[in-house]
């Protein structure tokens, strides 16, 4: 079975810094895809980005980028010029390529400060 | 306009009570979820139902019936409510699978049984 593990409970980064939120998995699958969602205290879970294994290129969305490391299984969301509207609950999701459902990890919250 | 919407927000019962939580998605998308996320945050999917047919039961207690009337609706029912069962439940649908296609929440209901 997959598992996804974020060891960083808690994270502060200053407004306008750059922050990155660690995310290790495990599996036996070649083809699979990992996200990152964002849960703010209005609970409702957004996604924020999403990699395809198969893709080396690193996928980036404005202020969100990702550094996928294949074969160390990592896939670390990196956020650039932090605001508050950023502070919030980061999940890692990990979807195999014939599996049908996310498997997230524990989640980590970010408080950006000003 | 709500893409997925799920009545009631908050939802306070006793023990061993019966309750339903209802979820409705308006993007024509062909599967739904159910997720709970304790009170860790912890986010663990519960079922998938693509096209009204269930294809995952994650091993949750047989109190928990989904059902789906038609392809935009996917109820969760809950007998005899335990303490343990207090949460927020999420209720997801995506075009196809999460892995090709983005996954959209609900806002959650936050269930508490006393």
């Known amino acids: 079975a997959q598992t996804v593990t974020q060891s960083q409970p808690e994270m502060s980064v200053q407004e306008a810094e750059t922050v990155t939120l660690s995310c290790t998995y495990d599996?036996?699958?070649?083809?699979?895809?990992l996200f990152w969602y964002k849960q703010p205290p209005s609970r409702q879970m957004i996604l924020v980005i999403r990699?395809?294994?198969?893709?080396?290129q690193n996928a980036t969305e404005n202020r969100f980028s990702v550094n996928f490391q294949k074969a160390a299984k990592s896939f670390s969301l990196k956020i650039s010029d932090s605001q508050l509207g950023d502070t919030a609950m980061y999940f890692c999701?990990?979807?195999?390529?014939?599996?049908?459902?996310?498997?997230f990890g524990a989640g980590t919250i970010l408080r950006v400060k000003s | 306009d709500t893409a997925v919407s799920q009545t009631p927000k908050y939802l306070v019962t006793q023990m061993g009570n019966d309750k339903s939580i209802k979820c409705e998605q308006n993007?024509?998308?062909?599967?739904m979820y159910w997720y709970k996320q304790d009170s860790k945050k912890f986010l663990k999917i519960m079922f998938s139902?693509?096209?009204?047919?269930?294809?995952i039961n994650e091993t949750v207690p047989n109190r928990f019936s989904p059902k789906s009337p038609d392809k935009a609706h996917l109820n969760l029912h809950i007998n005899s409510l335990e303490l343990g069962d207090s949460a927020v439940y999420f209720c997801?649908?995506?075009?196809?699978?999460?892995?090709?296609?983005?996954?959209?929440f609900g806002p959650g209901t936050r269930l508490t049984v006393l």
């Open positions: 997801a649908s995506s075009q196809d699978r999460p892995s090709t296609d983005t996954q959209y």
């Open positions: 599996t036996s699958e070649n083809n699979y895809y």
């Open positions: 990699q395809e294994a198969y893709k080396q």
């Open positions: 999701a990990f979807d195999g390529e014939y599996g049908n459902k996310l498997v």
């Open positions: 993007l024509g998308h062909d599967t």
């Open positions: 139902y693509n096209n009204k047919e269930l294809i």
